[in-house]
């Protein structure tokens, strides 16, 4: 998603317990190295949006800890 003209934002769901970030600066040619996020998440998707009028951005994703997870429990609270 770009969140400001020529910066994109990538999330993506992993098995790792939390949601991945990677930034782009150049209007998506290259990308840093995907990081956690604070977000604990099971492996559904997340989705991304950006709120009108602001600079903000809204995110919603299926919260799990990891008993949670390791129960097989990966669609668990929408946050």
Do not use: C, H, K, Y
């Given at each position: 998603m770009e969140v400001q003209a020529g910066r994109?934002?990538?999330l993506m769901?992993?098995?790792?317990?939390?949601l991945y970030q990677?930034?782009?600066?150049d209007d998506g040619a290259t990308w840093t190295d995907?990081?956690?996020?604070?977000?604990a998440s099971s492996p559904a998707p997340a989705a991304l949006a950006k709120i009108p009028g602001t600079n903000d951005l809204?995110?919603?994703?299926?919260?799990?800890?990891?008993?949670?997870?390791?129960r097989g429990f990966?669609?668990?609270?929408?946050?």
């Open positions: 994109f934002l990538a769901r992993t098995r790792m317990g939390r990677s930034w782009s600066s995907a990081t956690p996020t604070e977000l809204l995110v919603s994703w299926n919260q799990v800890n990891i008993t949670e997870s390791r990966w669609r668990s609270r929408l946050s």
